[in-house]
């Protein structure tokens, strides 16, 4: 028979170039249905295949992704965003956020000069707004550290290193907001979670003080520019208008 998307020759239940199935069910809301509670919950491949693994083995499935070992993995970047608008979906049910202390007359900020005051509370709805977009650049902001100290991988490489990490320590975060209502931006145990998923995926790249060490930088580079690089895009915009 002939296969219906590479058109090769061939016998069986599967295309030996492709591996299209030879036989594919027309579309009934049965299937649909069926198919999207597969993807949903099948820990073989996708979404919740990068969620088992990451947790049970993180830094051998990292590396073995970057080595070629790439079937039924999740695309780390979408993981990533996906985690990030997972948080955001939880989030919203949750009345908390340390930004918003900048709106409130009676914010502990009060005492604050007014234009502090007003630059921190433009600052608090800018990032508030654009979470998803200024936690995603965390991702950048750990690869450029990561790269330039252990060097063992191209920048690129880093890059998709770091989106399994930021994703998967999102998920985790999210698991514990009813527990903690802390912002993502301070909660310990985003924090935690991305300084063990570094640990694991790095730690066989140099020796263990050099680990350490790009850890701690890794952590306060990105914990640091989350607020400067907006600080510095409101800054310009009230320079610009």
Not at 66 to 92: M, Q
Not at 121 to 143: E, M, P, R
Not at 178 to 185: A, D, M
Not at 210 to 216: A, E, P
């Amino acid at each position: 028979m002939e296969c219906l998307n590479c058109k090769t020759i061939f016998e069986g239940k599967f295309c030996p170039q492709c591996g299209q199935k030879s036989e594919t069910k027309r579309f009934t809301f049965q299937k649909i249905a069926n198919d999207t509670v597969s993807t949903i919950t099948d820990t073989d491949k996708g979404f919740f295949f990068n969620l088992k693994n990451l947790t049970l083995n993180p830094g051998k499935n990292i590396n073995d992704y970057l080595d070629g070992k790439r079937k039924h993995v999740f695309n780390p970047f979408s993981y990533a965003v996906l985690a990030i608008g997972i948080y955001l979906f939880v989030d919203h049910y949750y009345d908390y956020s340390i930004f918003k202390s900048f709106t409130n007359k009676n914010s502990e900020y009060k005492n604050l000069s007014p234009g502090a005051f007003n630059f921190g509370q433009k600052i608090g709805h800018f990032i508030a707004q654009y979470l998803k977009f200024f936690y995603l650049l965390n991702i950048v902001y750990l690869s450029v550290i990561t790269w330039a100290i252990l060097k063992k991988r191209n920048f690129v490489e880093h890059l998709v290193s770091n989106a399994f990490i930021i994703g998967h320590a999102v998920i985790i975060t999210t698991l514990f907001i009813p527990l903690y209502k802390t912002p993502i931006f301070f909660n310990p145990i985003t924090l935690i979670s991305i300084a063990i998923l570094m640990y694991f995926t790095y730690k066989n790249y140099e020796e263990k003080l050099v680990v350490f060490v790009t850890i701690f930088f890794g952590m306060v580079a990105s914990f640091l520019l989350q607020f400067i690089v907006p600080g510095v895009i409101i800054w310009i915009k009230n320079l610009i208008f």
